[in-house]
């Protein structure tokens, strides 16, 4: 992902300071939380970051699960791309971090006015989603097993 995105982020029609920026982070420093209204994705220039998601339980307390830890060269918040949307995990500072955050709406005009840039982006985060569904799909078989064996389900299929 980073190949093609860093190449946007050095075209001069992709500006500094007006459709991206840089930013840094301290270690346990929140980026982003869960259910904010988001309009830029991110792309981790150095350090490591974990995105983790509330999880409510039954006696009404919470606990924050971390989903994954994501590094240099990673992207986060790509939901954002095409419109403003919630956000979906938070994500904090593991390490001191550098993020470049890209202005979502910025990033997809710009797509739209250099076509082959914007294929080759989006074929490098549909390649990195379907990676993270696989993923996703595999955690939710653990713990669909792990919950069927904890409660003594599985004696009964």
Not at 54 to 66: I, K, M, P, T, Y
Not at 123 to 149: C, P
Request: proline share 4%.
């Amino acid at each position: 992902m980073k190949s093609i995105l860093r190449e946007i982020i050095r075209s001069p029609q992709f500006p500094e300071h007006g459709a991206w920026v840089r930013r840094s982070f301290a270690p346990n420093e929140a980026i982003i939380n869960e259910g904010e209204l988001g309009s830029s994705l991110f792309l981790i220039e150095s350090g490591s970051v974990r995105v983790t998601g509330r999880v409510d339980l039954e006696n009404r307390s919470a606990v924050r699960a971390g989903i994954c830890d994501l590094d240099a060269g990673s992207l986060f918040g790509e939901i954002c791309l095409y419109q403003p949307h919630p956000r979906s995990a938070s994500v904090i500072a593991l390490t001191d971090v550098v993020l470049i955050e890209v202005d979502g709406q910025r990033l997809a005009i710009f797509l739209d006015a250099h076509p082959v840039e914007g294929y080759l982006l989006l074929k490098e985060l549909f390649m990195a989603l379907g990676e993270r569904l696989d993923l996703a799909n595999h955690r939710v078989e653990k713990l669909f097993a792990w919950g069927l064996k904890a409660h003594g389900i599985e004696e009964h299929l």
